[in-house]
């Protein structure tokens, strides 16, 4: 459960958009990292009392080495500006029942302008659309996409498997002038756009963000025991059926190492197995990059070949993609590994991107 703590605000250090970190010095004159999210609780100043929420950062969770900010109890932000007692700015409640649930405009109720479009959408055209089960391959995807396709444009899919607010990611932050705009869906908000499911999601980048790809990932973190089905990004699989049942074009971003120390993670992961060999109904492209180390290459095959009855395995030409990886305006790392230390990782997601570009044609 909550292990709270409270607190002095001694420091504010870095910022991005809707997130503030800053030291706070507790009762014992320790002191933590913490984050605040303003549009929740307000925006803290050296001073202020604040009371958090540290149960993960102490058991060493992922929460990125924060403890949360629950509240500026003494000093509590102002109301909305619009009426509480209506919904003309939206009703979609997100992180339902939980003591910080924000009330939004979903892109689709009845006070949206973009209402009378998404009622009557029926489909998404064709769109591609890459899955993938790390946040980490965002950047990398959308490197792929752009490294053939500099002007298309891109929207990102925030599912709820992971952070839910946007705000936490610095590495969206640092994308959103790549990107069409950002969709988050289910418990997931802090978006451009807000979405009940993934595919009021889906249809929202395609009518309203009139996205060319859709990259669909859960946020930063992620929440796994070790076993087969315990894992949030085992949900890439049922995005697949979503993006097929739409008229989309899923095109899957496997998970590749021969870094990672996990042998379950090494070739193909077998998150990456499961959600595609086994949640994912539909077909969908996986995408091999070629040019990969032969013994990595042959177990990659090897762990595919009983995918390969319903999906449609393509390999994808990897020239250039390495410059596209460098160049990306935010830093790769997935697992405490940047990009040379996982390589064939980084290099599988921009192969996913590359692909999705050249079905966007």
């Known amino acids: 459960m909550v292990r709270w703590r409270a607190g002095t605000v001694t420091a504010l250090r870095r910022e991005w ?9 507790l009762a014992d004159g320790t002191t933590m990292r913490a984050l605040a999210y303003p549009h929740l609780v307000g925006r803290p100043s050296p001073g202020d009392r604040v009371l958090l929420n540290a149960g993960a950062l102490l058991m060493g ?40 649930q924000p009330i939004l405009l979903g892109v689709d109720e009845e006070a949206s302008p973009h209402r009378e479009v998404l009622a009557a959408a029926e489909d998404i055209a064709g769109l591609p659309v890459v899955t993938a089960d790390l946040h980490s391959a965002l950047p990398a995807i959308l490197a792929g996409i752009h490294a053939d396709a500099p002007d298309a444009r891109v ?18 932050d640092g994308l959103r002038g790549r990107l069409a705009g950002t969709v988050s869906v289910g418990q997931a908000f802090g978006g451009d756009l807000e979405a009940t ?24 973190g992620n929440l796994g025991t070790g076993t087969r089905w315990g894992y949030s990004g085992v949900a890439v ?33 077998h998150h990456s197995l499961t959600a595609y060999g086994r949640v994912a109904l539909a077909p969908a492209d996986l995408v091999v990059p070629d040019d990969l180390p032969a013994a990595l290459a042959d177990d990659i095959d090897a762990a595919l ?36 230390a996982d390589h064939a990782y980084f290099l599988a997601a921009a192969a996913a991107g590359r692909h999705a570009a050249a079905l966007a044609r």
């Not at 958009?17 to 010095?25: F, K, Q, R, S, Y």
């Open 197 to 220: 499911t993934v595919h009021s999601g889906l249809l929202a980048a395609r009518h309203v963000l009139a996205a060319d790809v859709v990259i669909c990932a859960q946020g930063p």
């Open 17 to 25: 958009t809707g997130a503030i970190e800053l030291d706070v010095t």
């Open 155 to 172: 929207a990102y899919l925030l599912t709820d498997g992971g952070a839910l607010p946007a705000w936490f990611s610095r590495a969206l």
């Open 237 to 269: 699989g049922e995005a697949v059926n979503a993006v097929a049942a739409l008229g989309g074009k899923p095109v899957g971003s496997l998970r590749i190492s021969d870094a990672d120390p996990r042998p379950r993670h090494r070739g193909v992961s």
């Open 305 to 340: 070949a009983p995918l390969a009855g319903r999906h449609r395995i393509v390999r994808v030409p990897t020239d250039g993609l390495d410059a596209a990886l460098r160049a990306s305006p935010v830093p790769l790392s997935t697992m405490g590994r940047g990009l040379d």
């Open 61 to 100: 969770l992922g929460t990125g080495g924060y403890a949360l900010v629950v509240a500026l109890p003494d000093r509590l932000p102002p109301d909305p500006p619009q009426a509480g007692d209506t919904r003309d700015a939206g009703h979609l409640v997100k992180a339902r029942y939980t003591p910080l």
